[in-house]
């Protein structure tokens, strides 16, 4: 799906937000984990089947608050063939669901080996004239660090297939300036790679006037945030780092544009972790994670 | 297993060259894709048992000339979770045959994600209490546009388990210096992330004087070669872009040390569609690449 069903998304909820699924085991409430691990050991088997519990109980909880979400995919190999299984299934069950799947993945390689990666998850695979689908997802995050010819393939298949992708521009990561705020000349290395997006996007725009070419931009560095609104006016910036990361609203404002639109919050830890602030019991988990999204939902329109 | 394990193997087969394991399906004999379909279909399953039997077939052949394989994720993750099954099963199967595997998997996130990838493929996975393997691996690539706390983790599982890594500094492809030439001052951005490559490596030196935190310097750009080689000198280079990217021999010459160390340079197509050129049979796909193999180490061996 491309970036204008996200933004018809983001409208029918009236919430620019995405759940992230981060499953870290010490997430998953311990009734939870020691069920799977009386079933399964404490084992890689065991470990992904608590997150599929853990995952499934949130995604019915918040499918009908936000309209995103967002698994990151270590917390998915962490758990070896079944945590890829279960990521899978997640996968499969968010989009029953209705929502939008955002894979966190990062990818990036040389062309022919990104034309790879795209395929399994924004495109189709070619066997010998079948057309498969491998792990389809709406969007993927990619680095742009190999240049334009490990990325133009996620830009075509973006076209072909009306899916999106976030390439990273500006980590929310304590030392994501070791690199990204180089000074060239006048400019920065996240504002030379905020150029290289405008540049794959133009070839992406959708009805909306926005791009299927999106940017990371994180919450934690809100100044950078408004140059790079400027200078990316019509690319979608999915923002990390608010919440636990750090970065607040007021922080996340200035990724958005004046018609309220041109960005995505992500929260990871805030949601999935809800019940373990305040009274919430273990069994509340879901319960405690719809109150932090509906809480965050109304904290961000009240800024925007 | 550290750079030093690498180094011995390189010296026992005195070859410093490593055969990446790309499967693309069209590389696999016609009569061997076949024989899968019949089986499963031209489903993923039929695509990924069909690679297998082709990665079977090249290791048998080749682990007595190299010391090392690199398969590439984006070939196993493109079949969808049978890839994945054939991935795992492809490592251990090198790993029994006494070869170094190395990951190209160009991993890159935060901080406390990092950590997760570098669990999963350098270090153990805890469940509870329980330390459990994932896909363990000797090696992995990262990609450092994040930054130093992306890295730290795979550097610390390098230190703990006696692992390495190779970090992108400059890669093989055309579109590389887009970003990774950028001038800063009197530096390019390849020369900045070569100096924290230095900083990285320096607690993980080895026995042989050489970092199990090593860099990816594709054989491409041989001037950029000779200076990277001068700006980390106690980095292993893993060389990219030998034979069908369009480095020769000479051109990796500069990637290695006046001790002939310092450097491993892939072939992946090189080797795996060997039996294309010539006068091989289909069904001597694996001998083909045996001879490919034998003359690359020749050849890289003449230069030295």
């Known amino acids: 799906m491309s970036v204008d ?56 909880a918040l499918y009908d608050v936000v309209p995103a979400v967002k698994p990151q995919s270590a917390f998915y190999e962490l758990y070896g063939l079944p945590g890829e299984e279960v990521l899978h299934r997640t996968i499969r069950y968010a989009k029953e669901k209705g929502l939008y799947v955002i894979l966190d993945v990062k990818r990036n390689d040389i062309g022919s080996t990104a034309q790879a990666y ?15 689908e491998a792990c389809p997802v709406d969007s993927v995050t990619v680095n742009p660090y190999l240049g334009t010819d490990g990325i133009l393939p996620f830009v075509q298949d973006c076209k072909t297939y009306g899916k999106s992708m976030f390439t990273l521009v500006k980590t929310s990561n304590p030392s994501s300036g070791e690199l990204q705020d180089l000074l060239l000349g006048d400019a920065r290395i996240y504002e030379k790679v905020a ?20 940017a990371v931009v994180g919450a934690t560095y809100p100044e950078q945030a408004k140059t790079l609104r400027k200078l990316m006016p019509k690319a979608y910036f999915l923002v990390p780092g608010y919440g636990a990361q750090g970065g607040n609203a007021q922080d996340v404002k200035n990724s958005f544009n004046d018609d309220g639109l041109g960005a995505i919050v992500n929260s990871s830890r805030g949601i999935m972790c809800a019940y ?10 879901a319960e405690a994670a719809r109150a932090e999204a509906i809480r965050m939902k109304e904290e961000l329109n009240s800024i925007l």
């Open 5 to 60: 069903q996200l933004i018809q998304k983001i409208k029918e909820k009236q919430n620019p937000s995405v759940a992230g699924l981060d499953p870290q085991i010490s997430y998953v409430p311990a009734y939870m984990r020691e069920r799977a691990y009386r079933e399964y050991g404490k084992t890689l088997k065991g470990a992904a089947e608590a997150v599929w519990e853990f995952n499934k109980g949130l995604i019915d």
């Open 118 to 132: 795209s395929a399994a998850y924004l495109g189709k695979v070619d066997i010998d004239g079948e057309q498969v």
């Open 195 to 214: 150029e290289l997006v405008c540049k794959w996007g133009a070839e992406c725009m959708g009805e909306s006037g926005y791009s299927s070419v999106g």
């Open 276 to 285: 373990k602030k305040g009274d919430w019991k273990e069994e509340a988990f």
